[in-house]
């Protein structure tokens, strides 16, 4: 049995590390920097590094903050945010990064996702998909006024989880968990799955759907969004089914320690690397 994973992430805007509740209200959680050399020190298993804005100010990725968190920490090392390009790719690897994150570019060119496998290999390919729940009769949901989601009415029939993007501005028409099967055939070798409805909440993963992506994919899940108590990493390693629980402002302010976290699941029968 393959060991879980415990993840911080560290979502960046304007150069320092960021978090709010389902994608908005954003608030200072300290130098990112500073804040992956004590992860890495902790025990974390490897760290996710998300310029949240790169997309939306259609930019690339912050090279330098990215090359000196590298030199920082001695654990894996994901990083997403405005990547669109196998140059761009190449750029972050030769920065540092151990394997890179994709989300709007991948869906505006699923294609990206076989051309990135085909050059780096799928252990390097991470798909992130950013997915929230529209109901029967809704349109797209407008997410505090930070900018107006693209058109979006669903059918009757698709009251489902929608993927997102453009840092959960932008709803689609992919279905989650069709479009989840997708990138694993294109060659994705990890999903990074982000319940919107769930992030910053602090209630707890988003089991069901966690589960069924666990259940369609042949590849690790990376689950993201809701954790706020130790039992809630338990639920998701065990009902959720995630290879991977990821989590930010329960780290970020000293809410939960690592090292602590990691004893707690032990304790619980679930295969923890200390």
Known sequence: MLTKRIIPCLDIKDGRTVKGTNFVNLRDAGDPVALAAIYAEQGADELVFLDITATVDERKTLIDLVRNVAHTINIPFTVGG????????????????????????????????????????????????????????????????????????????????????????????????????????????????????????????????????????NIPVIASGGAGTMDHFVDVFTTGKADAGLAASIFHFKEIDIPELKGYLREKGIDMRI
């Not at 929230?132 to 930070?146: D, K, N, P, S, T």
């Not at 009251?159 to 990138?183: D, F, M, N, S, Y």
């Open 82 to 217: 405005g990547i669109s390009s196998v140059a761009d790719v190449s750029a972050l690897l030769n920065a540092g990064a151990d394997k890179i994150s994709i989300n709007s570019s991948a869906v505006r060119n699923p294609g990206l996702i076989n051309e990135l496998a085909l050059e780096f290999g799928s252990q390097c390919v991470v798909v992130a998909i950013d997915t929230r729940y529209v109901g029967e009769g809704l349109g797209a949901v407008g997410l505090g006024g930070i900018a107006e989601p693209q058109p979006y009415t669903p059918t009757p029939q698709a009251a489902q989880h929608i993927v997102h993007t453009h840092g959960g501005r932008r709803p689609t028409e992919l279905r989650t968990i069709a479009w989840a099967k997708e990138v694993e055939e294109r060659g994705a070798g990890e999903i990074l799955l982000t319940s919107m409805d769930s992030d910053g909440t602090k209630a707890g993963f988003a089991l069901e759907l966690t589960a069924q992506i666990s259940g369609a994919a």
